[in-house]
């Protein structure tokens, strides 16, 4: 049934209907709403999980690890700064394989101190070994909670995965929303089944020091399970929609752009603008489309191939910088790679940093610099203090 | 697994330690207290690394270690898991000093205040021992250490030992207690108190460091004795934030104990610094008094 609901808690009532165990976090802004209802969902008796008060995110997500490691399926939300103090169990729940479900209002990093919407924070960990989801509506947002947990817990992934949504864009702003029944959910994701456990009846060291003769070999399969995941999530999205009716088998999914000759490839909620902008540029007689990447980690380089093979460039809006990087932001490097066989330009936009609003006029300004071959650049810079 | 409770051992020998190594006989005494029935957290540091190295291990009980300063919050996650799920096994940390009074303390401080029916255990070799001996929080006054080297200008650490106890007694905490390898029945009774009460305990476990601080390690336990009978290390036990009891003894000078580990021997070349050993000397005096240590004389 379709309720108005604020996006955080649509986030919540997804977590909630995955029954999560152990619940541990910390609030930041633009998460609190997410944690707050999750709170109130347990103070109620409608969440039937432990909540932990922790001190700060670095504990929230080596509470998890605990929790996790324990056998209960856990779960965590943070952004921005928090997500950066987290930073280093970060990469350690990946190496250690704990299939923990997070999710990331998008948030700026400082300094300067700022609480808006760009999506460095979660880019900045793309190696960490997490999946990373990007929601561009709080209906997607909420779906894909669902299918992380369950392609996290799949003994033959175990990894786990941040859902990451836009904040204030999404977190704040009040929607249409298609909440599942927890009948629904419960023949969807079935309870937690960890592959091993801390248990005294069957004793084993979690999370040992290796030496060089055996650590490359962790990396080496974090990396392979990564690949892995590709299949998982196509195939687990089937199912979600062939269940609920909302497809998510793709990794990215396109708009209008079968006969494009300029593709934008963008994350998150800027692609409902996008989508917009597209159809008065189409209307206008103009060949755009979008290609819009859902999973960023893993990386689906072979789906972008194939849906860029008939444009003649590329522009990737980028909510994020790649300070130092011969191209300005981190997914148009990676895009780049992807058709980079093919010679299709690629261009890196950088703009929307710390919430500066992108507008459909910004977005046809990329496409006509798309077109010229402008490269790498910055849009919506205040020109006067440069 | 169930074995005799006198022979059964959960820390197994094979392990990687230094011959006369004071934790890894702390590890052993703690685990024979703990039992089977015991969730072992542990923190980056020199036991895990010792005993640890994947594909071995010497525990026998259930072990996880993830980072050098999480240990009390990954404790936290496991009992809050095993809780939820209705399991009755004791979460039981093992941490390092540096860990502990260092690095860790916010964790330890969140997972003390929020209550966790956890018992964290510190085994305190006063330095981070498996990087190179460089000074923490628990390094005692003048001790050299890498970072802290007695030199033509430095006499070594210049700061006295961090109060764990007390500040994790001004948490709530229920029990909170010191001991030393060198008294292994009070040692394993310590902890098997400390398990058996709910909340959040401490115990601070005085275990002489052979490679750190330079001395012969066959002469581990007379060092920690030497500790205890000089006052610088206190065995007590506090319960909700009140010293109950401490272990009393007939006080010797500091100077047989500072003589006995390289440590300390810049004290006492080319000849004793008199005045830097009898600061020292008031440091063991002051535990005495705060403590309750000295045995006093019959009437």
């Known amino acids: ?386 | 697994m169930s074995c005799d409770e006198k022979t059964c051992e959960f820390f197994e020998p094979g392990h990687r330690a230094c011959g006369g190594c004071g934790p890894a006989l702390a590890a052993r005494l703690i685990t024979r207290a703990t039992g089977e029935n015991t969730i072992i957290v542990a923190s980056t540091g020199c036991m895990e690394v010792f005993s640890t190295p994947y594909p071995e291990t010497a525990w026998k009980t259930p072990w996880i270690h993830s980072l050098f300063q999480n240990a009390a919050a990954v404790a936290s996650g496991v009992e809050a898991s095993i809780k939820r799920q209705g399991r009755d096994e004791k979460v039981v940390v093992i941490a390092g000093d540096g860990a502990t009074f260092d690095i860790g303390i916010l964790c330890i401080s969140g997972a003390f205040e929020r209550g966790h029916d956890i018992t964290y255990i510190c085994y305190d070799n006063e330095a981070y021992m498996n990087t190179g001996i460089q000074r923490s929080g628990a390094t005692p006054y003048d001790a050299s250490t890498t970072t802290s080297p007695a030199g033509k200008y430095s006499t070594g650490n210049q700061r006295p030992k961090k109060d764990l106890p007390a500040i994790l007694a001004a948490h709530g905490s229920p029990y909170v207690a010191t001991t030393s390898i060198a008294t292994p029945k009070d040692l394993m009774d310590k902890v098997t108190r400390a398990i058996n009460t709910e909340g959040p305990c401490y115990i601070q476990v005085h275990t002489p460091c052979c490679t750190g601080w330079g001395f012969d390690g066959a002469k581990t336990m007379e060092i920690g004795k030497m500790a205890l009978d000089c006052g610088l290390w206190a065995n007590f036990e506090m319960v909700d934030g009140e010293i109950v009891k401490s272990r009393k003894v007939k006080r010797v000078p500091v100077e047989d104990y500072l003589k006995s580990q390289k440590r300390f021997r810049h004290l006492f070349k080319p000849q004793p610094n008199e005045a830097e050993i009898a600061k020292i000397q008031a440091i063991a005096d002051r535990n005495a008094e705060k403590y309750g240590i000295d045995i006093k004389p019959k009437k």
């Not at chain 1, 856990?74 to 990946?94: D, I, K, P, R």
């Not at chain 1, 400082?110 to 990373?132: C, E």
């Not at chain 1, 060291?205 to 055996?214: E, I, L, R, W």
């Open chain 1, 1 to 386: 049934m379709l309720q108005i609901m604020e996006g955080s808690h649509a986030v919540a009532e997804a977590v909630r209907l995955c029954r999560p165990e152990v619940v541990s976090a910390y609030p930041i802004t633009p998460q609190t709403h997410i944690v707050e209802r999750l709170a109130e969902m347990v103070a109620d008796g409608d969440l039937d999980g432990e909540y932990i008060c922790v001190e700060s995110e670095f504990s929230a997500l080596s509470s998890c690890i605990g929790a996790s490691a324990a056998g209960s399926r856990v779960y965590s939300a943070t952004t921005s700064q928090g997500l950066a103090f987290m930073a280093e169990v970060v990469f350690n729940a990946a190496g250690m394989r704990q299939p923990i479900i997070m999710t990331i209002a998008n948030r700026a990093l400082g300094a300067p101190l700022n609480i808006w919407n760009d999506q460095q924070d979660s880019l900045f960990l793309r190696d960490s070994g997490w999946m990373q989801f990007y929601a561009e509506d709080a209906q997607e947002a909420t779906d894909l909670h669902f299918l992380a947990y369950k392609v996290a817990e799949r003994h033959d992934i175990l990894l786990p995965a941040f859902v990451c949504f836009d904040g204030f864009i999404l977190s704040h702003t009040f929607e249409p929303v298609d909440i599942p029944t927890q009948e629904e959910i419960d023949a969807y994701l079935p309870a937690f089944n960890p592959y091993q456990r801390l248990d005294a009846k069957k004793p084993m060291s979690f999370g040992m020091y290796a030496t060089p003769d055996y650590y490359q070999e962790f990396r080496y399969e974090i990396n392979a399970a990564m690949t892995r995941a590709k299949d998982a999530i196509r195939e687990t999205g089937k199912e979600f929609g062939e269940m609920f009716g909302r497809d998510y088998s793709g990794l990215v999914e396109g708009y209008r752009l079968e006969d494009a000759d300029t593709a934008i490839v963008a994350l998150g909620s800027i692609c409902g603008t996008i989508k917009d902008a597209i159809d008065e540029m189409r209307d206008a007689g103009e060949k755009v489309g979008l290609l819009k990447i859902r999973s960023f980690r893993p990386f689906p380089a072979e789906e972008i191939k194939e849906a860029l093979k008939g444009v003649s460039q590329v522009a990737v809006l980028e909510k994020n910088i790649n300070i130092g990087s011969r191209m300005l932001g981190a997914v148009g490097l990676e895009v780049k790679d992807a058709v980079y066989k093919s010679g299709i330009p690629v261009y890196s936009y950088v703009g929307g940093l710390g919430g500066r609003d992108i507008r459909k006029k910004d977005i046809k300004q990329l496409v006509d610099w798309a077109r010229e071959g402008r490269n790498d650049c910055f849009f919506g810079l205040r020109e006067e203090v440069l």
